[in-house]
C-alpha cells in the first residue's frame, strides 16, 4: 500500500488509519495486547485460538480446533492459526492481503503468512533473536550509556567456576544469575549457595550468563516505538511480579500498576532518556516499531539500572496503548503500524509525548493456575465489565470488549482465557483484569482490593478433576 501524500500532522494520520482498507490482522491466543486498536485502524481484526469473547466481538474471527490439539508454545499457536484453511478464507474475503502483528513468531510463521498473503509488520525473527539476548541487550546498553546491574558476561561449569567469576568482579556472593533467552521467571536463578547452583546447574552450564550483584529493588517496564524521527516512549509502570496469588513461577510477570507518581520525577525523566538513547540504538541495529524495557530502582540508593529487553509487542501493550489513547489522543501502536504502511509521514516526538502526560491510575493482573491438579472447566465467567459488591462477591455488569466503559475502581474488565470445556493446568492463563486505581502499595505487596477480586474471579470457575 502506499501513497503520494506525506503525512504532516495527526489529523492527517488519523484519517489515514480510518480510511485505509488493508486490513491488519492481530493473530495471537487472545486479542488482549492490542485490544480496542479497532477504533483508529479501520480494517483492524483479530485472529485468535481462544474465544474470550464467546462469539460476541465483531472483529474477532476464531478457526475451529480439533479438540485433542495441543501446543508446545505460543509460536506453535500463531503458526497453526495462520495456516489455518479458515484464516487463509477469511484473509481472502477480506482482499487477500494485509499486515500481521502477533508477539511471537519464528521463521515458520514469516513463511505460513506469506503463503496466506500477510506481509508481518515486525522486525524479522532473525533480528529479533540477536537482540532479545540479554548478553546482546547489555552489551549494547554498556555502548550508549545505559548502565545495567552490576555484572560480569561469561560462562561457569561449577560453583567454584561461578565464585571466581564474581570475585574477579566484585559481585559478591549474592547473585542473580540469567540465561540469554526466556522468560525472567523462568531463566532467572538466585544462588547464594553451593545448594542453589545444584537445583539449576543443568540449565546453567554451558550457556553464556549474565551473572549480576542482588540488589534490593522494585521493577518497571516502559513500551516504546523506535520511528525515523526518534524514539516516542510511553508511561512508566510499575511491574507486578511473583505473587504466589497470580503466578506460580517465582519472579514471573503478573501484571502491571500505572500511575503519575510512580517515580520521583528524576527517576522518570532517567527512564525516559535510557528508552529513547536505547531505542534511537536499536533503530540504527535495524529494528523498528514497538519494544518494552525493563528497569530495576535500587531501593536503597534510587538509582536506575536497565533489566531487559523485550523486542516485541509485550503484556505492558494494553495499558500503554489504553492511557496513550485514552490521555493523549493516539494509541502509542499507531506509530508503530506507521512504520510498516509504506507511508511517509511527519511527526513532531516532543509534542506527541506531551500529550500523554496527564492520566488517571490503572492496573492489569494476569492470573494463572498456580496449583498443580489438572482440572476441566465446567462453567467460566464471560468476558465483560464485572462489579464488586460490599461482601466481597463479585457480579457481571455489562458485556464489553474492551476496558474504555469501566466507570470507578468498583468495576473491572476481565478478559477471560480458559472457558468452559478448556482444561486448567499448572501455569495456564485464566484471564487478565484491568480497573481503575492501583492495586499495589509502594513496596510492591498487593492491595486488599487485588486480592479480593483474585479470589472473586477464582470463584467465577466450576471445575471438576480429571477421572484417574
Not at 568482579?169 to 522468560?183: A, F, I, K, R, W
Not at 512508566?236 to 511473583?242: L, P
Amino acid at each position: 500500500m502506499s501513497i503520494n501524500t506525506k503525512l504532516s500532522n495527526l489529523s492527517e494520520i488519523y484519517s489515514f488509519f480510518r480510511k485505509s482498507t488493508l486490513p491488519v490482522f492481530f493473530v495471537h491466543p487472545t486479542p488482549y495486547n492490542v485490544l480496542g486498536l479497532g477504533q483508529w485502524v479501520n480494517a483492524f481484526r483479530y485472529i485468535s485460538h481462544f474465544d474470550s469473547f464467546d462469539g460476541n466481538h465483531h472483529r474477532v474471527m476464531r478457526p475451529t480446533a480439533p479438540a485433542d490439539r495441543t501446543f508446545k508454545s505460543k509460536e506453535d499457536i500463531v503458526n497453526y492459526l495462520v495456516s489455518h484453511p479458515e484464516t487463509h478464507a477469511y484473509i481472502k474475503s477480506l482482499g487477500g492481503r494485509g499486515k500481521m502483528l502477533t508477539v511471537m513468531f519464528d521463521e515458520e510463521t514469516e513463511q505460513l503468512a506469506a503463503e496466506a498473503g500477510l506481509e508481518i509488520a515486525l522486525p524479522s525473527v532473525e533480528l529479533r533473536t540477536r537482540l532479545d539476548s540479554k548478553i546482546v541487550t547489555t552489551q549494547l546498553a554498556a555502548e550508549v550509556g545505559v548502565p545495567s546491574v552490576p555484572n560480569v558476561l561469561g560462562t561457569a561449569n561449577s560453583y567454584e567456576e561461578l565464585e571466581t567469576l564474581c570475585r574477579e568482579n566484585h559481585l559478591g556472593n549474592d547473585l542473580v544469575v540469567q540465561t540469554p533467552y526466556g522468560d525472567s521467571g523462568q531463566t532467572t536463578f538466585f544462588i547464594t549457595e553451593p545448594e542453589h547452583w545444584d537445583a539449576c546447574a543443568d540449565k546453567l552450564i554451558g550457556q553464556q550468563l549474565k551473572v549480576m550483584k542482588r540488589i534490593n529493588n522494585l521493577p518497571y517496564t516502559l513500551e516504546a516505538v523506535a520511528t525515523c524521527h526518534g524514539t516516542l516512549v510511553g508511561p512508566v509502570q510499575a511491574d507486578i511480579v511473583g505473587h504466589n496469588e497470580l503466578t506460580p513461577y517465582k519472579g514471573g510477570w503478573a501484571g502491571n500498576d500505572l500511575h503519575r507518581q510512580v517515580l520521583k520525577q528524576s527517576q522518570t525523566r532517567r527512564m525516559r532518556s535510557m528508552t529513547q538513547a536505547m531505542g534511537d540504538r536499536l533503530y540504527r541495529e535495524g529494528y523498528k516499531g514497538t519494544f518494552c524495557l525493563d528497569f530495576l530502582v535500587d531501593t536503597e540508593t534510587g538509582d536506575v539500572y536497565l533489566g531487559e529487553l523485550n523486542p516485541r509487542i509485550s503484556g505492558a501493550s494494553a495499558l500503554t496503548n489504553m492511557v496513550t489513547a485514552k490521555y493523549g489522543g493516539a494509541p502509542l501502536m499507531l506509530f508503530h503500524l506507521l512504520e510498516f504502511m509504506d507511508v511517509e509521514y511527519e511527526l513532531d516526538i516532543e509534542k506527541v509525548q506531551q500529550r500523554w502526560a496527564d492520566f488517571d491510575s490503572w492496573t492489569q493482573l494476569v492470573m494463572k493456575q498456580t496449583d498443580e491438579p489438572v482440572r476441566r472447566v465446567l462453567e467460566a465467567p464471560s468476558s465483560g465489565i464485572w462489579t464488586m459488591l460490599d461482601d466481597g462477591n463479585i457480579e457481571f455488569s455489562r458485556q464489553s470488549i474492551d476496558w474504555h466503559s469501566v466507570a470507578n475502581e468498583d468495576e473491572a474488565f476481565f478478559l477471560r482465557v480458559y472457558g468452559k470445556g478448556d482444561w486448567l493446568f499448572k501455569g495456564a492463563d485464566v484471564g487478565i483484569l484491568v480497573t481503575r486505581g492501583r492495586m499495589q502499595h509502594e513496596n510492591g505487596e498487593l492491595t486488599e482490593r487485588a486480592r479480593s477480586w483474585i479470589r472473586a474471579i477464582h470463584q467465577q470457575f466450576v471445575t471438576n478433576p480429571p477421572k484417574s
